[in-house]
């Protein structure tokens, strides 16, 4: 299962629950158990693939709008948090290319005025590691996250993001050599 | 592992778990959200523009209409006028007189001269006929309606376009740079 991973022993926050939580599809309750138990988790995924802290929480909340929509159609067999997880990733997708046009936008209506930044407070404080993570192409930097800091495997990944292991172990291998590059190592 | 893994995870539990720790917030209602998003974004923004561009061109072609319909610069209704003053002009004929051009060329003048007015108080109104878009009329009684504003506001048009043409001949010395002649009998 995707709890099984040693990575997590050195991470305070988010625990995955020791059993497996049983949902049943449609109920209102188990929808309601299931944002109070996966809320976190994905909530970091979402940190490291957008801007700041408000964009991750607004991302998070649309993921769960669109799961509720669909939670009557979620079958019990495949897990709900790679499930959660597939739907957060298209949000940080569909985000990021709403943002590039927000973006341009704003470049076009300044005319060479400096940007003003995120708020300092909103904002992690991130290491050059951090931030070259979240530059990575969405889909590369999701299985980087899913991987280092959730502990999935390759194979709950690709269960996660619906592509074939291969794709998974290409994304990884070609994130890690980008992220070497960027940091000069 | 390597070294590049292993520092990656450090820090995004480094990062990742003291933001995550954030209490969690109520769930988003999902009812208002989604109106919101209809009105003002993906397609619903589309359908908005769409409708308040039909409410607009409508409006815009009830203006249009009614210019059209109370107007002089329509020429159905300038049609209209000239054969009342053909019909008016033949009444007058005395017996055995012929000819009403004189008469139905006075009017004609006239309307020229009240476009030209127009004209005159535009500053570039052309009446595309014998009246001159610089505001002289030149009174040979062939402006056919077509007035262009060019540029400016149909209601303007309309509040001169609306004044009736008069009747009365037009001085034939508007300039009256010229004495009366008089004729008297030699001695």
Known sequence: ?185 | MSDIERELEEELHRVLDPMSARPIPPRRSIQAHRTLKTLMGGAGAALTIKVLTGVAVAAAAATVAGVATTGSLNPAIWGQRVSQQVSSCQKTLAAGQHGIGDCVSDFSSQHGAAVASAARHQGNGNSNGSTKGNGISNGNGNPNGNGNSNGHSKDHLKVQATTPATLEPEASDPVAGHPPARITRGP
């Open chain 1, 1 to 185: 299962m995707l709890e099984e991973e040693g990575s997590r022993e050195k991470g305070v926050l988010p625990e995955p629950p020791v059993e497996p939580e049983r949902y049943e599809p449609g109920s209102e309750p188990d929808f309601e158990r299931l944002y109070r138990n996966t809320y976190r988790r994905i909530l970091g995924t979402l940190i490291a693939l957008v801007r700041d802290v408000p964009t991750a929480e607004d991302c998070a909340q649309e993921t769960f709008e669109r799961a509720y929509r669909n939670w009557s159609t979620w079958r019990p067999d495949a897990p709900v948090e790679a499930w959660l997880h597939r739907i957060a990733i298209n949000v940080a997708i569909s985000d990021r290319r709403h943002q590039r046009i927000r973006q341009a936008g704003e470049v076009i209506r300044r005319l060479g005025r400096p940007a003003p930044g995120p708020d300092p407070s909103l904002v992690a404080e991130r290491s050059e590691l951090f931030r070259a993570v979240s530059k990575l192409p969405t889909k590369q930097a999701a299985a980087l996250v899913l991987r280092h800091y959730h502990g999935y495997t390759n194979r709950e990944i690709a269960a996660a993001l619906g592509v074939p292991e291969q794709t998974v172990a290409s994304r990884l291998a070609t994130a890690r050599k980008h992220l070497q590059v960027v940091l000069g190592r």
